[in-house]
T-cell receptor, first 112, second 111 residues
Framework: DAGVTQSPTHLIKTRGQHVTLRCSPI?????VSWYQQVLGQGPQFIFQYYEKEERGRGNFPDRFSARQFPNYSSELNVNALLLGDSALYLC???????????FGQGTRLTVV | GQNIDQPTEMTATEGAIVQINCTYQTSGFNGLFWYQQHAGEAPTFLSY????GLEEKGRFSSFLSRSKGYSYLLLKELQMKDSASYLC????????????FGTGTRLLVSP
């Protein structure tokens, strides 16, 4: 069985640009959560989606948005990129909520 | 707030036992996860404690005391490959469930 897959694995963008990160959850998992992990810190919660509905949002600006598709895959969008958005973006899937969440390998975003 | 506190860094020698502590504010937490994260990689699940007590899984054990807001991860018979960051995460329920992570403890295992 495939685990959580994220694409791309690495990405370099310039300030002001827009980025879209993608995540495919484990088959049968209906919940997807997004986390941002800055170097040397623990992951910070950004969004959670369940059955295509946003269930929760962390303390991130409106430049961050996300959606979940009928097949339960998800996209994270970030507009007007700042240098401080450079981080590892992690997607986690679970059957529901955050219980026993399984993480993808992450997308390493570098903003220059 | 939802503070999770754990030591920044620990060192130990191969074959030894190490205990990584984690303290958290008790309000709103429904359980405690431990994840292992090697540099540049995604966190991998180690354990989940929802009830008080010790959960043993091979060389790794995890303990939880909900009344004290305290957990620890115990690693026995340390191996070089155990060098990694260990993340303590509380399962927070505020209408939906999310993980609140500590900053992680970087463990360095030396020969």
């Amino acid at each position: 069985d495939a685990g959580v897959t994220q694409s791309p694995t690495h990405l370099i963008k310039t300030r002001g640009q827009h980025v879209t990160l993608r995540c495919s959850p484990i088959s049968g998992h209906k919940s997807v959560s997004w986390y941002q992990q800055v170097l040397g810190q623990g992951p910070q919660f950004i969004f959670q989606y369940y059955e295509k509905e946003e269930r929760g949002r962390g303390n991130f600006p409106d430049r961050f948005s996300a959606r979940q598709f009928p097949n339960y895959s998800s996209e994270l969008n970030v507009n007007a990129l700042l240098l401080g958005d450079s981080a590892l973006y992690l997607c986690a899937s679970s059957l529901g909520g955050a219980t026993e969440a399984f993480f993808g390998q992450g997308t390493r975003l570098t903003v220059v | 707030g939802q503070n999770i506190d754990q030591p920044t860094e620990m060192t130990a020698t191969e074959g030894a036992i190490v205990q990584i502590n984690c303290t958290y504010q008790t309000s709103g937490f429904n359980g405690l996860f431990w994840y292992q994260q090697h540099a540049g990689e995604a966190p991998t699940f180690l354990s989940y404690n929802v009830l008080d007590g010790l959960e043993e899984k091979g060389r790794f054990s995890s303990f939880l005391s909900r009344s004290k807001g305290y957990s620890y991860l115990l690693l026995k018979e340390l191996q070089m490959k155990d060098s990694a960051s260990y993340l303590c995460a509380g399962l927070m329920n505020t209408g939906f469930q999310k993980l609140v992570f500590g900053t992680g403890t970087r463990l360095l295992v030396s020969p």
